[in-house]
């Protein structure tokens, strides 16, 4: 029951996701902005052929079939940690909602709607070369635009990652031998 009842994220993450989209979809056009909070924050429509927040890996086709693998794994996973604490059925139960919300996009549409557009601070990492292997660098001056799947991910995951930083493993029971040997 506690699996199902999970899901309930899961769920309600693909909601506020689909509907957010939906939302921009129908209202604005393609690479509209409207300034919210200057130029610190605007909602910005545009369709994203890559990964999260714009990464583009390989051909969509490819992530798109990664992406239903993943996520049947994560799901598959979710039912099985049934008896783990609750922080990190929470992490896989927004991680699962936030891959759904960004899958269906894909196989409904090939690409992904984001909107979400903040800018943070300028990054600018010069090339360098470091043991014989060349750096090209790196320059980002707004951050990449991003939907509430994103979030999703990306609090499930920080989430996952501080579960499992912080979780002690549950000391070993001892056996009877063990306590014979040592006296």
Not at 85 to 90: D, G, L, Y
Not at 108 to 127: G, H, K, Q
Not at 137 to 157: E, H, K
């Amino acid at each position: 029951m506690k699996s199902v009842k999970i899901l309930l994220v899961t769920l309600a993450v693909v909601i506020v996701d689909q509907v957010t989209k939906v939302i921009i979809n129908s209202s604005m056009h393609l690479y509209q902005s409207f300034r919210i909070l200057g130029d610190f924050f605007r909602i910005t429509y545009v369709e994203n052929t890559g990964m999260a927040f714009g990464i583009k890996v390989g051909h969509s086709g490819f992530f798109t079939v990664f992406a239903i693998i993943a996520s049947l794994a994560i799901m598959f996973y979710l039912f099985k940690m049934k008896g783990e604490k609750f922080i990190a059925r929470f992490s896989m139960a927004l991680i699962l909602g936030g891959a759904i919300g960004n899958l269906w996009d894909r196989l409904t549409r090939s690409s992904v709607v984001d909107f979400l557009d903040f800018e943070f601070f300028d990054i600018n990492i010069p090339a360098f070369q470091l043991l014989f292997i060349d750096f090209p660098g790196y320059s980002l001056q707004r951050w990449p635009v991003f939907n509430a799947a994103d979030i999703a991910i990306t609090v499930g995951m920080m989430l996952l990652f501080l579960f499992i930083l912080t979780e002690r493993p549950a000391p070993a029971p001892e056996r009877a031998g063990d306590a014979e040997m040592i006296h």
